[in-house]
């Protein structure tokens, strides 16, 4: 069904019965059908009362068309653990949204690994978070990717996979995926910023096929970093200058943490204990996951580039790079006292910060009119959108012909599983939303 008949059947509805058309028509009918009925039905003059068997056909009816016009997507899960776990309980939670917003949505498949094997759940129903975590392997079966996408084709004219790991077994199967017009929603930064034939491949197949990879949370999570460069930005025709960010949650609070007079392992040791930091802390103070970032930015400014071409002033020392702890220590509480030996050069680093009257930040940066990047500890003016950001927040500034002589800047939580796993939801809302009605 497409709009027009549906207000065509919703008039003859309301004009047979002489009622108001607000007993059929959907919330978001437009307010000129309320108008044309009014005025056919007051023409009319009065009528029989509706019977109470002609309201339960009339609503069967409206029901039976909207369910026609509902949008059909068979939904895939790879990793339902922290974000994913988080992601499943936001769609339990907004089922009637979906289906009050046309779409009718089904989560049947949930891929994880179950007693060290690649395990996966495929059926009608909805799978709920509940059952996926407490699933065992016998309640499933061997994981196939290939075959997960295909069951989820076969189920609704409309197929997504969300991936919520770090996992490069699961990002070899995007292009895969997108060749078979299933669309992929993922915060994994791998493919993103991993090699660029395989990058340039899956933005072939999704071209080709139609399908739709959605990775906005990539950078920043929850704030809409990608898709204001992509969209608001680069396809109304600006032309970009410069992209400057704190890309790193765990860095932000780190630096807005540090002040003069404090020891930089001391830091770092109340970061590891709010939670902030990955086991390994060196994961964190690399740089490396700033460093993807800035190539997934730097990508969609029309730059190939590589990881490893982009240069990284990493905080850990060369000493510690490749330490290991003793046997029987935990790493990130060995790793801090390790750190507090190299403690005098961040303090050096703040003091003369400070004496100019700026701040220290771990910026990740993007020089689009010259091709190049980096990701490095940088002083700041106090003036400075960079100086002004809270707790663990995240911060990008764009610099382009248009937004002059200030950058525009987005600033906002770039992390955390709650708006991570929101930022994956309101991405395959927007794919939705690109899908035909009745399909």
């Known amino acids: 069904?497409?709009?027009?008949?549906?207000?065509?059947?919703?008039?003859?509805?309301?004009?047979?019965?002489?009622?108001?058309?607000?007993?059929?028509?959907?919330?978001?009918?437009?307010?000129?059908?309320?108008?044309?009925?009014?005025?056919?039905?007051?023409?009319?003059?009065?009528?029989?009362?509706?019977?109470?068997?002609?309201?339960?056909?009339?609503?069967?009816?409206?029901?039976?068309?909207?369910?026609?016009?509902?949008?059909?997507?068979?939904?895939?899960?790879?990793?339902?653990?922290?974000?994913?776990?988080?992601?499943?309980?936001?769609?339990?939670?907004?089922?009637?949204?979906?289906?009050?917003?046309?779409?009718?949505?089904?989560?049947?498949?949930?891929?994880?690994?179950?007693?060290?094997?690649?395990?996966?759940?495929?059926?009608?129903?909805?799978?709920?978070?509940?059952?996926?975590?407490?699933?065992?392997?016998?309640?499933?079966?061997?994981?196939?990717?290939?075959?997960?996408?295909?069951?989820?084709?076969?189920?609704?004219?409309?197929?997504?996979?969300?991936?919520?790991?770090?996992?490069?077994?699961?990002?070899?199967?995007?292009?895969?995926?997108?060749?078979?017009?299933?669309?992929?929603?993922?915060?994994?930064?791998?493919?993103?910023?991993?090699?660029?034939?395989?990058?340039?491949?899956?933005?072939?197949n999704s071209k080709e096929s139609g399908a739709i990879w959605g990775y906005e949370t990539t950078v920043g999570a929850g704030l809409p970093i990608v898709g204001t460069l992509k969209k608001d930005l680069l396809q109304t025709g600006d032309k970009i200058v410069k992209v400057e960010g704190i890309f790193s949650g765990t860095l932000s609070y780190i630096f807005n943490t540090f002040k003069p007079g404090m020891k930089f392992s001391d830091v770092i040791a109340d970061a590891k204990e709010k939670g902030f930091t990955e086991p390994d802390p060196r994961d964190d103070l690399g740089g490396v996951d700033v460093a993807r970032k800035v190539v997934i930015l730097a990508r969609e400014c029309g730059m190939n580039v590589e990881l490893s071409d982009v240069p990284i002033k990493s905080l850990v020392p060369d000493a510690l790079a490749n330490w290991q702890p003793k046997e029987g220590e935990v790493l990130a509480d060995a790793f801090v006292r390790e750190m507090a030996a190299f403690d005098d050069e961040k303090t050096a680093l703040m003091a003369e910060a400070e004496k100019d009257n700026m701040v220290l930040r771990f910026v990740g940066s993007i020089d689009v009119v010259n091709k190049k990047c980096s990701v490095k500890l940088d002083k700041y003016p106090k003036t400075h959108p960079f100086a002004g950001t809270q707790y663990a927040d995240n911060i990008v500034a764009f610099d382009t012909e248009r937004y002059v002589p200030q950058p525009l800047v987005i600033q906002g939580p770039g992390a955390g599983a709650a708006v991570t796993a929101a930022g994956i939801y309101a991405d395959f809302l927007r794919i939705v939303d690109q899908c035909p009605e009745g399909k």
């Open 1 to 204: 069904f497409n709009s027009a008949m549906h207000r065509s059947i919703t008039l003859l509805l309301a004009a047979a019965a002489a009622v108001s058309v607000d007993a059929f028509a959907p919330a978001t009918a437009p307010g000129s059908i309320n108008t044309r009925v009014s005025t056919q039905v007051a023409l009319r003059g009065p009528a029989a009362p509706l019977s109470r068997a002609s309201k339960v056909s009339a609503r069967r009816m409206h029901k039976a068309q909207l369910e026609m016009m509902a949008k059909k997507v068979a939904v895939g899960l790879v990793g339902p653990g922290l974000v994913g776990g988080c992601l499943l309980e936001q769609m339990e939670a907004t089922k009637a949204t979906l289906e009050a917003n046309g779409m009718e949505v089904s989560v049947m498949a949930v891929a994880d690994m179950k007693d060290g094997k690649p395990w996966m759940m495929c059926r009608e129903d909805w799978i709920t978070v509940k059952e996926a975590k407490a699933a065992k392997f016998e309640d499933g079966e061997a994981g196939d990717f290939a075959k997960m996408a295909d069951f989820l084709k076969s189920k609704a004219p409309n197929a997504v996979i969300f991936d919520t790991t770090a996992a490069e077994p699961v990002s070899e199967m995007y292009a895969t995926w997108l060749k078979k017009g299933v669309h992929v929603v993922t915060p994994n930064k791998k493919v993103g910023s991993g090699p660029i034939a395989r990058y340039n491949e899956c933005m072939q």
